[in-house]
């Protein structure tokens, strides 16, 4: 089943301005309950900012999967389809659970590695080496790798929405481009999701979409990451997903490597992400995360002409990308920061 243009226009639209419009709706509802960001320790912003922008995500979201099953019913049922919802907002919840009352980084991720074992058990996993084992252990690793690192993400208005939208955008180019009109339409409905609410969430931001907005977003990435398949090799297409997350598995990466270098934790926040290494050479907020967008729009782009050419042009791309973002690493971590030394192992960067 394939998709025309302009039912993807549609659910991108429908999704952007359904977000846009339930947004200020729980920025009111966590005002009026304190559910507020208050600034202070590692967090950049001077005052008080709402959370529970994820819920106006999550139930965006929601809602155009209930609406797309009931006007496209996907072939096999939506069972999977509804399991998939259930477990990204059950990782919400925990988000939401965490950003309010504060929940073990222990019984987060066990909450992810049930959710992954969930995911592999219906069926979908990595499949880059052909032996189920390794090929489980992998699918473990990605989704709890990728979910957590688009929550570190959110360490500066509009980082994280901005990139999911990327991401989303770049699985939806190769997806739709070889006939997989599910797993196109989700993605384009997810940056739908996270387009509408970088509407309220760009700098300055007047609401952010905490762990329980990141976790979900996170996950939802990793899932449609490995429902991708196309003709190439299994290395390849096992890359194309990769390359698509690149900006939040390099950011993870470099956060890391400089903390555990210095001693650190790299689960506690700070402020020596890629976006706060960028301010600190003295470009502004908003310019440091357009900078961050384009490089991962030009990733994006060189991901989806991976998927469409030759097995050596496609991993001397791959190459070339790994090259210059080992480069670009080395170079921003000699920008000096001040990394986490605390014993603090709460495993979030909140959006600030």
């Given at each position: 089943?394939?998709?025309?243009?302009?039912?993807?226009?549609?659910?991108?639209?429908?999704?952007?301005?359904?977000?846009?419009?339930?947004?200020?709706?729980?920025?009111?509802?966590?005002?009026?309950?304190?559910?507020?960001?208050?600034?202070?320790?590692?967090?950049?912003?001077?005052?008080?900012?709402?959370?529970?922008?994820?819920?106006?995500?999550?139930?965006?979201?929601?809602?155009?999967?209930?609406?797309?099953?009931?006007?496209?019913?996907?072939?096999?049922?939506?069972?999977?389809?509804?399991?998939?919802?259930?477990?990204?907002?059950?990782?919400?919840?925990?988000?939401?659970?965490?950003?309010?009352?504060?929940?073990?980084?222990?019984?987060?991720?066990?909450?992810?590695?049930?959710?992954?074992?969930?995911?592999?058990?219906?069926?979908?996993?990595?499949?880059?080496?052909?032996?189920?084992?390794?090929?489980?252990?992998?699918?473990?690793?990605?989704?709890?790798?990728i979910t957590n690192a688009f929550n570190l993400l959110d360490n500066m208005d509009g980082l994280a929405a901005g990139?999911?939208?990327?991401?989303?955008?770049?699985?939806?180019?190769?997806?739709?481009?070889?006939?997989?009109?599910?797993?196109?339409?989700?993605?384009?409905?997810?940056?739908?999701?996270?387009?509408?609410?970088?509407?309220?969430?760009?700098?300055?931001?007047?609401?952010?979409?905490?762990?329980?907005?990141?976790?979900?977003?996170?996950?939802?990435?990793?899932?449609?990451?490995?429902?991708?398949?196309?003709?190439?090799?299994?290395?390849?297409?096992?890359?194309?997903?990769?390359?698509?997350?690149?900006?939040?598995?390099?950011?993870?990466?470099?956060?890391?490597?400089?903390?555990?270098?210095?001693?650190?934790?790299?689960?506690?926040?700070?402020?020596?992400?890629?976006?706060?290494?960028?301010?600190?050479?003295?470009?502004?907020?908003?310019?440091?995360?357009?900078?961050?967008?384009?490089?991962?729009?030009?990733?994006?782009?060189?991901?989806?002409?991976?998927?469409?050419?030759?097995?050596?042009?496609?991993?001397?791309?791959?190459?070339?990308?790994?090259?210059?973002?080992?480069?670009?690493?080395?170079?921003?971590?000699?920008?000096?920061?001040?990394?986490?030394?605390?014993?603090?192992?709460?495993?979030?960067?909140?959006?600030?």
């Open positions: 089943m394939t998709g025309e243009w302009w039912e993807y226009l549609a659910v991108f639209a429908a999704s952007g301005a359904l977000c846009v419009v339930l947004t200020p709706s729980v920025m009111r509802i966590a005002i009026r309950g304190n559910l507020l960001d208050q600034p202070g320790g590692h967090k950049s912003h001077h005052t008080a900012v709402p959370y529970l922008g994820g819920v106006a995500i999550v139930i965006t979201f929601a809602a155009a999967v209930v609406v797309f099953s009931i006007l496209e019913a996907p072939h096999g049922g939506s069972g999977e389809l509804f399991i998939v919802l259930a477990l990204g907002v059950l990782l919400s919840i925990v988000g939401l659970v965490d950003d309010l009352r504060h929940v073990s980084p222990l019984w987060r991720v066990v909450a992810e590695v049930a959710v992954a074992f969930v995911v592999w058990s219906l069926g979908t996993g990595v499949t880059a080496s052909g032996i189920w084992v390794l090929d489980m252990g992998l699918t473990v690793l990605w989704i709890v790798g990139l999911a939208a990327i991401s989303s955008m770049t699985i939806f180019a190769v997806a739709a481009a070889n006939g997989q009109f599910l797993v196109a339409a989700l993605a384009v409905g997810l940056a739908g999701c996270t387009v509408g609410f970088l509407r309220h969430n760009f700098h300055p931001a007047r609401i952010y979409m905490g762990d329980g907005g990141a976790l979900f977003i996170g996950f939802l990435v990793a899932y449609l990451g490995i429902k991708l398949r196309f003709e190439s090799g299994r290395g390849v297409s096992a890359m194309v997903p990769v390359l698509a997350c690149s900006a939040a598995v390099f950011d993870t990466t470099l956060v890391t490597v400089s903390r555990l270098a210095a001693g650190g934790s790299p689960f506690q926040g700070g402020q020596d992400h890629v976006s706060h290494r960028l301010v600190r050479l003295g470009i502004a907020v908003p310019h440091s995360v357009g900078i961050i967008y384009m490089g991962a729009v030009g990733v994006g782009v060189l991901a989806y002409t991976v998927s469409h050419v030759g097995s050596n042009a496609a991993w001397l791309i791959i190459g070339l990308i790994g090259l210059t973002l080992v480069v670009s690493g080395g170079a921003l971590l000699r920008v000096p920061v001040d990394l986490p030394i605390a014993k603090d192992l709460r495993p979030t960067d909140t959006s600030g």
